[in-house]
């Protein structure tokens, strides 16, 4: 009887952060070595033992889904357009401009945040280290950002040093470029259709892309109208979902940064499905990057950026 063949492995594997962090040589090579499979065929990991408290991330989903529910007369005032500290409201925001693909706009709604300790430079902190706008309506929300927000730093830093390890490289070979390094922080939010209408022919809660900076950390809620990812095995596949996972993808600046090696993960999150059309998702998404004029293999770190945040902003009407 001839034996049935070896089960492949996941394209999207699962990382224990654990063995990494604190085990034997041998478990972190072995670590290093699924990281390394796993990005050259899809760009994306799931990560656990990351110790982030689950009971932090329901209770921002609380605070901001108040927020989002609020009138659009109360949220008005903290609209701003891509790249800013503010709310983006519906119409937005169309991801797939970075593609170069015409689309309607995304159907979503955001809290974005960023980095905000000044350098010194005044020029660079007035663009990259600004102020962040924190909605008086939710009072509770900065306090318990800014606990998420430092721990996703410091995850964001580990997993840089366990890319490098993976490449073979020195462990700080990422991380001495992120000694004050920007980031990004978004709060998405996907409504169903009662909000948001019919989905028009191509348009997506978030339409298809890579993320542009180093590492994505996300923690996502599973749904009918959730996380896709692509692979050019595999094409378009429903991205695997672990309730205590985070979900990490490479940016193109970290794909640039290892001549190609690993891909960047090209993703989607489809439209509210017609048959729960009441389906309501929250995402949060800390965008990692790096010091601001960084050489990336001769491109400018920073000029980079602002032309792809540049690139997916709805332009206002009128």
């Known amino acids: 009887m001839s034996s049935s063949p070896a089960p492949r492995p996941p394209r999207v594997p699962t990382i224990d952060l654990r063995p990494w962090l604190s085990g034997a040589a041998g478990d972190r090579r072995t670590t290093a070595r699924t990281v390394d499979d796993a990005l050259r065929t899809a760009g994306f990991l799931l990560v656990t033992g990351h110790g982030v408290d689950p009971d932090l991330r329901a209770r921002i989903r609380a605070c901001a889904r108040s927020f989002f529910r609020l009138p659009e007369a109360a949220k008005r005032p903290y609209a701003v357009q891509v790249g800013a500290r503010g709310w983006l409201g519906p119409g937005a925001e169309a991801n797939s401009y970075a593609e170069g693909t015409p689309a309607p706009p995304d159907l979503k709604e955001s809290l974005s945040f960023a980095a905000d300790q000044p350098t010194g430079d005044p020029a660079v902190d007035a663009e990259w280290f600004a102020p962040n706008t924190w909605p008086r309506e939710v009072p509770e929300l900065q306090g318990l950002?800014?606990?998420?927000?430092?721990?996703?730093?410091?995850?964001?830093?580990?997993?840089?040093?366990?890319?490098?390890?993976?490449?073979?490289?020195?462990?700080?070979?990422?991380?001495?470029?992120?000694?004050?390094?920007t980031w990004g922080f978004n709060i998405n939010w996907y409504p169903g259709r009662e909000r948001v209408g019919e989905p028009e022919p191509g348009?997506?809660?978030?339409?298809?892309?890579?993320?542009?900076?180093?590492?994505?950390?996300?923690?996502?809620?599973?749904?009918?109208?959730?996380?896709?990812?692509?692979?050019?095995?595999?094409?378009?596949?429903?991205?695997?979902?672990?309730?205590?996972?985070?979900?990490?993808?490479?940016?193109?600046?970290?794909?640039?940064?290892?001549?190609?090696?690993?891909?960047?993960?090209?993703?989607?999150?489809?439209?509210?499905?017609?048959?729960?059309?009441?389906?309501?998702?929250?995402?949060?998404?800390?965008?990692?990057?790096?010091?601001?004029?960084?050489?990336?293999?001769?491109?400018?770190?920073h000029t980079y950026l602002r032309a792809q945040l540049d690139a997916i902003a709805v332009a206002p009407e009128g």
């Open 145 to 181: 950002l800014e606990t998420y927000l430092a721990q996703m730093r410091e995850l964001s830093d580990h997993l840089l040093e366990l890319l490098a390890a993976a490449l073979g490289e020195p462990e700080d070979f990422f991380t001495r470029h992120t000694g004050h390094p």
């Open 203 to 301: 348009q997506f809660r978030i339409g298809p892309h890579t993320d542009f900076g180093t590492v994505t950390v996300l923690d996502r809620q599973a749904g009918r109208g959730g996380l896709q990812v692509f692979t050019d095995e595999g094409g378009w596949e429903d991205a695997p979902y672990d309730p205590e996972a985070f979900t990490v993808n490479i940016g193109d600046l970290m794909a640039r940064w290892t001549g190609g090696r690993w891909q960047s993960g090209r993703h989607r999150v489809l439209p509210p499905p017609a048959e729960l059309p009441a389906e309501e998702l929250m995402s949060l998404v800390y965008f990692y990057e790096c010091d601001p004029g960084t050489d990336v293999r001769g491109v400018d770190s």
